[in-house]
């Protein structure tokens, strides 16, 4: 009996080099089954990305205590715990979460203060991680639904999505700050995935739990609607009755026991002016001039702010109904560029507010995204390293003054240019399709 050559082997047996899978024919030798090393595969390669981003999160967040809202959600789960949502709303202003988020913290700090004795701040020493631990797996999923994106749509590339996956923004919000931001996130790319998906119910059950979550979502609601509308009034109603029905569900906790606190407070709710892209150049402009800068001479504002809401809406409104025509792909680019919107005129911002547009500008642009990320991360970086009094962080000092702001200027410039570019796309794209047409319009009148 002679031994077989490499390419020789009996019939109907299986053999796999590491990481390797293929099938052994004695006509054909050894051929993948695949054709192509598992290891280089891009799936395999974004979930390995996806488990090591994870793993280095969850380390993070359980040796860190985190961010100043550690303590705060700490305290709000306390109140919430012990004598209900409602009495939260009435008691403390800055209680803006909708009250599916805040339950989620009452139950948070009830669980964690059984785990866990009271450490630094009175916060049970459990919680830390625990607040951190759903946005954690919130990124993961993330990543798998923009692979099951790339699956239908061919869109992003895998150098993008192991950017997303690995990103240092994204470390840094998830894994050390601490607050529900990548929750709402993934929800919210659910509910446009299911937009792509052609599942108008689907999609609005999402959006409504997304805006439950956090209540930003909600001026993305014109595009969402926009998009169905154009698929038919079947499509529009059924989204719209799924919409409505649950943000009433998820709201009423606030709606029924107080309306107008939660209408006041978190519908009502807007950032600090002066630390973020126009408003810093105006609050840089009073310095410069030497007028006062207290919170109270910034009221002077008041009409800017209120200007600039209003442009962002009717932006919004107009990018879906414009858009409204573009395929479930495309679909994604509407909210990348509404998000631009949002950005770049907000009146206040937070510097971890920059993983709300994240994977949809990566689906919009990659080049993009990979300067978003860089940028972010420089913003972001500067952000937390005064806070925790630079390195090693562990935890973060709300006395710090914010001397941060002027790092924002990096992301907001860089959504600034991403919406000029935006612009002179659009117009170059519709000088050329009307170039395009002139010959067969000359042609037909002849």
């Not at 002066?274 to 310095?287: K, N, P, Q, R």
Request: glycine residues 8%; contains cysteine.
């Amino acid at each position: 009996m002679t031994q077989n050559s490499p390419g020789e082997a009996g019939c109907g047996t299986a053999f796999a080099f590491p990481g390797f899978v293929s099938d052994i024919n004695p006509d054909r030798g050894i051929t993948p089954r695949s054709g192509y090393f598992l290891c280089s595969s891009p799936k395999f390669l974004v979930v390995c990305a996806a488990l090591v981003a994870a793993a280095l999160k969850i380390y993070c967040a359980a040796t860190t205590f985190g961010s100043c809202d550690v303590p705060i959600i700490s305290h709000f789960g306390y109140i919430i715990d012990s004598v209900g949502i409602d009495y939260m709303y009435r008691a403390d202003r800055l209680f803006n979460h909708p009250p599916v988020t805040g339950e989620f913290f009452g139950l948070l700090y009830h669980f964690a203060s059984y785990l866990s004795p009271p450490g630094a701040d009175n916060v049970p020493r459990s919680l830390p991680f625990l607040l951190r631990l759903p946005s954690v797996v919130a990124d993961f999923l993330a990543v798998l639904i923009l692979f099951k994106v790339r699956e239908k749509t061919g869109k992003p590339p895998v150098w993008a999505l192991l950017l997303f996956a690995l990103s240092p923004a994204a470390f840094m919000v998830s894994g050390f700050h601490g607050n529900v931001d990548a929750i709402m996130v993934c929800v919210l790319l659910i509910a446009a995935y299911f937009c792509v998906e052609e599942h108008a119910l689907l999609s609005g059950t999402f959006l409504a739990l997304a805006c439950s979550i956090k209540i930003v979502p909600l001026f993305l609601t014109p595009v969402f609607f926009f998009f169905w509308l154009h698929r038919g009034r079947k499509q529009a109603l059924q989204f719209t009755i799924a919409f409505v029905v649950s943000c009433l569900a998820g709201w009423s906790g606030a709606l029924i026991g107080s309306p107008t606190y939660f209408l006041k407070n978190v519908l009502g709710y807007h950032s600090y002016a002066g630390g973020w892209g126009i408003t810093y150049w105006c609050a840089f402009l009073f310095e410069a001039l030497h007028l006062d800068l207290s919170p109270k001479s910034l009221d002077r504002l008041a009409p800017l702010l209120t200007a600039l809401k209003l442009i962002i809406v009717v932006s919004v409104v107009a990018l879906g109904w414009l858009r409204r025509k573009q395929s479930g792909a495309g679909f994604f680019a509407t909210i990348a560029l509404s998000w631009t919107c949002f950005v770049v005129l907000a009146p206040g911002f937070i510097p971890y507010y920059l993983i709300w547009m994240a994977p949809f500008v990566l689906l919009y642009s990659p080049n993009w995204y990979a300067i978003l990320t860089a940028a972010s991360s420089i913003y972001l970086f500067a952000y937390y390293n005064m806070m925790a009094h630079g390195m090693p962080w562990n935890s973060c000092d709300k006395f710090v003054p914010p001397a941060w702001n002027v790092w924002g200027n990096i992301p907001w410039v860089v959504a600034v240019a991403m919406g000029i570019g935006a612009l002179i796309f659009n117009r170059q794209g519709n000088a050329l399709s009307n170039l395009c047409h002139t010959p067969k319009l000359a042609v037909s009148k002849l």
